[in-house]
Nanobody, 123 residues
Framework: QVQLVESGGGLVQAGGSLRLSCAAS????????MGWFRQAPGKEREFIAA????????YYSDSVKGRFTISRDNAKNAVYLQMNSLKPEDTARYYC????????????????WGQGTQVTVSS
């Protein structure tokens, strides 16, 4: 049973930073791509970032490029999302996801989702 557990969300002022973590279990973590998505109330879940199994390839949505950084630690079975220069429009529930390929995650080809962690950015 694959499990993805997100943590690190919270309330932050605009311009601030947060670091999200996702702990994975249930299969060989280092063999799969990992990604982050977010969903705001009344909106569709959108792709934010993805990282290949090796960590050597990353993809970002235009809305977060230059502000957010995805990384992974295969020894700890964890993926991270460093979020800087946060804006009120970044307010959403953030989800960790996994799949075979980073490009596939970008196209929402997902094997498993986490339950999400809430990020709220105040103005």
């Amino acid at each position: 049973q694959v499990q993805l557990v997100e943590s690190g969300g919270g309330l932050v002022q605009a311009g601030g930073s947060l670091r999200l973590s996702c702990a994975a279990s249930g299969r060989t973590f280092s063999a799969y791509a990992m990604g982050w998505f977010r969903q705001a109330p009344g909106k569709e879940r959108e792709f934010i970032a993805a990282i290949a199994w090796s960590g050597g390839v990353t993809y970002y949505s235009d809305s977060v490029k230059g502000r957010f950084t995805i990384s992974r630690d295969n020894a700890k079975n964890a993926v991270y999302l460093q979020m800087n220069s946060l804006k009120p429009e970044d307010t959403a529930r953030y989800y960790c996801a996994t799949g075979p390929y980073a490009t596939g995650l970008r196209d929402k080809q997902i094997d498993y989702w986490g339950q999400g962690t809430q990020v709220t950015v105040s103005s």
